[in-house]
DNA sequence: ATGAAAGCGCTAACAA
DNA sequence: TTGTTAGCGCTTTCAT
């Protein structure tokens, strides 16, 4: 091996050379499905592993116009729930051949900005489990026959494939498994910022509350995770222990939030859980079945979810004037130990 | 906008005729630092925001030479602490200008296959946080001058970058928190599949109970999750259950191993922690700090250690010839409710 | 400060 | 089946 620090990648021009044949022999040899002789391509596999070559894939999405990189748009990477989703989707992407590109974005701008700069690399897909980007960026992706698929945002846009929850049924399920087990005094707990599956499967159980005739609050709180379910908790409480006309029944519109109400709720406030109050959370994520909690709660699949977005995907670069979709997947409730009754349905 | 399905993608050139420059010009006009009048980039971007130009970043590295991908090579993904890992590491490599292309691998031979992959693309760099990659990737990597980092992988290699915890200090620092507080028989949990930074906390725990004349048992669980922690617990009730010699301290190597016994032991054995046994973790996780578990444990810093390990990349990218260095960064312990004594240090 | 021309490494017609 | 040739869209000397 050389010391030179300015040596040059070795090229397909150096492997043919080596092989006694041309360049694109040695571009057929590295085709899937390229006319080739069988020896040829042995000679060529050789002189390729030999001087170390590897196609450049830069040069070759140049050429053919497409390269196998996606991208891959996610906020809050570290909740339980996200990192299993996009562990998923990655996973998948790579499975079939595409390279995630991933993009952490919180905001709706940095959705904008990154996927933006998903353009230049002329991604063959974008998949976005953030914020909703703006539809500016849709305009653009569609303009550029960009496939983009959206993964519990915005039903409101149906020129865009989806991938969503059932967020009525969401709701309905929520209001049930308090009700059957004979909450009466029921709220919700969610997020300020509103998100079309979070905020959805809240307006949902309230409104179903108010069909039935079942008084309801809601609560808000800023942010969905751990630490934004106890902030929340202390005026919950407040309203747990209100003598007779105390709340009975909680829905949390996510699982990490209820982990901290109920935390707070039981070691700050004494409060029993489901004694006194029942409470069902969102998302069934690891956690909810650990020992401790054993949480209520209604199931989203993470791996059903990802699974479908990448096919979708795959499916609309393979036929890109295939008319938008919206996937809907229904949710399963599972009952633990925060509500009072085990048994199902 | 028309609706022809073959519509080529807007190039430098377009641009360059509708503001009447060269594409030179269309190129400085979008490069950082490039002689260029203020007047004319004003009216190349002009023009290329009316066409929707965007620069081809297949083309722009196919001359430059480099891309601004890297690689993020982790397993695990969904797990607190990886999670939190990687999105650290991508935003920083977001923010500093490079785009993460995102692979999960579990087994060695995925990395493997996966870091060749990464060559493909001429990536800027490749940061590694799941198995360590077998040396022959490693050797490719200084062949093609492409920095790797590693993060808490093999110091045994000392001609690659790394980042570590100190494994010595770690187990020492588990076994004084321990010891402190009165446990005098110990055990240490710990996955069979060997791993530097987690057996090697556990070795050094070990190796400090034998110097100090504490005895100590090992268990082993196929696995470092949640699951594998329950899977773990029956024997370790045993071994806590048997009579005045029961075990009365355990080391988990990792703070999910500990929820699985904690729980497992608290709810199916009715042992009590800490009363009956102690338990220290390993990580500091979020949940670590939830309350039903507060778990007495060992923090290591995942923002520091990620912001390093990508400084540490981008300084080597910048001077390639940098002699290969290993940083160690330090614990620190956090006494929480499984452990009797809440004082520190 | 600007433009002309060459070429990064590859693939895909087309010919042979 | 194979080689020749012409670009893919960009940056970068080198003149001007």
Redesign the interface.
Known sequence: ?TDD?LKR?VTSFDVARLAGVSRSAVSRAFSKDAVISDATRQKVLEAASSL?Y??????R??QT?H?N?VG?VASA????F???Q??IA??EF?QRGF??????AETEDEVEK?S??L????VAGILITSATPPSTIIA?CS???IPIVLVNRGLEMDDVDTIQIDIEQSGRLAFEMLTSSGARRLAALQPIAPSYSVTGRAKYFIQTCEQENIPVQQFFTDGQD?AAGRRAAHTIAESVLAGDAGLDGLFCATDTLA?GV???L??DYGIAVPGQLQIVGFDDV??AS????QLSTIRQDAEKQSVAAVEMMLNRIKN??LKARNIIHSVTPVYRKTTRTSHGV
């Open positions: 091996m620090p990648r170390g590897r196609v450049n894939f830069m040069a999405s140049l116009r390269s990189l891959i990477l570290d909740s339980p996200r990192s299993r996009v562990k990655a996973r790579l390279r995630p590109i991933l993009m952490t990154l933006e700069i353009f230049n690399y002329n653009e303009r550029l026959s751990f982990f109920l935390d707070t039981r070691h690891e956690q650990w020992g401790s909690y890109p004037n």
